[in-house]
Structure formats: structure tokens, C-alpha cells
Nanobody, 121 residues
Framework: VQLQASGGGLVQAGGSLRLSCAAS????????SAWFRQAPGRGREFVAA??????SYADSVKGRFTISRDNAQNTQYLQMNSLKPEDTAVYYC?????????????????WGRGTQVTVSS
């Protein structure tokens, strides 16, 4: 199983980025999947998750970020709008074999390598 995240970069505050996560060896539509992030000196933080029943978001990104999946492409996305400097982190995509939602990193079985997002003020 491989999860390959891409799309990170440097953006000014108020700008937008779209992250992608391409999966091989698993079919996203059969899994609960999510985005997490980790800023320097901090633990891995839940951002958003999606499964057959819908999406869920951390309060800090609600209304600004949107998680989605393209089942035909077996790819997950994170559209990030109105970015803030505090969104700066390495962003990881993850998937878990259970279809139940979870915001706990330890509950996820598969992880991508992460993509850096830097938001300048």
C-alpha cells in the first residue's frame, strides 16, 4: 500500500492550495481516510476525514477546508482556502481499514509521506 501526497507549497495568508493523495494497493472508497498535519514541535493533529457517511473537520479548519475523494482516480483531496500562518505544517494523508470515523492518528493503518504547507503572513 502506498499513499502519495502532493500539492504543498508556499502561499501567502488568505491564499489557497489543493493537496492530493494518490493511493495504490488500496481502494479509497472502501476505507475511512483522512488528512492530518504536524507543525514543528507539535503532535500530529487531525484536520479532516471522509467515509461513506460523509465528512468531518477539525474546528480550526471548518468552513475553510474541504476534503473530497475521486473514486475513479483513487485519489483524495484537501482544498484549503483562506489559509492562515497557523496552518503551516506537514500534511499527511492516512487511511484505516475500519469504516468508522476517527480523529486519532493511532487508529490509522496507512500513512503517506507528507507534503509541506507554508503560509506566510
Amino acid at each position: 500500500v502506498q499513499l502519495q501526497a502532493s500539492g504543498g507549497g508556499l502561499v501567502q495568508a488568505g491564499g489557497s492550495l489543493r493537496l492530493s493523495c494518490a493511493a495504490s494497493g488500496l481502494t479509497f472508497s472502501n476505507y475511512h481516510s483522512a488528512w492530518f498535519r504536524q507543525a514543528p514541535g507539535r503532535g500530529r493533529e487531525f484536520v479532516a476525514a471522509i467515509n461513506w457517511s460523509g465528512e468531518s473537520y477539525a474546528d480550526s479548519v471548518k468552513g475553510r477546508f474541504t476534503i473530497s475523494r475521486d473514486n475513479a482516480q483513487n485519489t483524495q483531496y484537501l482544498q484549503m482556502n483562506s489559509l492562515k500562518p497557523e496552518d503551516t505544517a506537514v500534511y499527511y494523508c492516512a487511511a484505516r481499514t475500519s469504516s468508522l470515523k476517527s480523529s486519532t492518528p493511532n487508529n490509522y493503518n496507512y500513512w503517506g509521506r507528507g507534503t509541506q504547507v507554508t503560509v506566510s503572513s
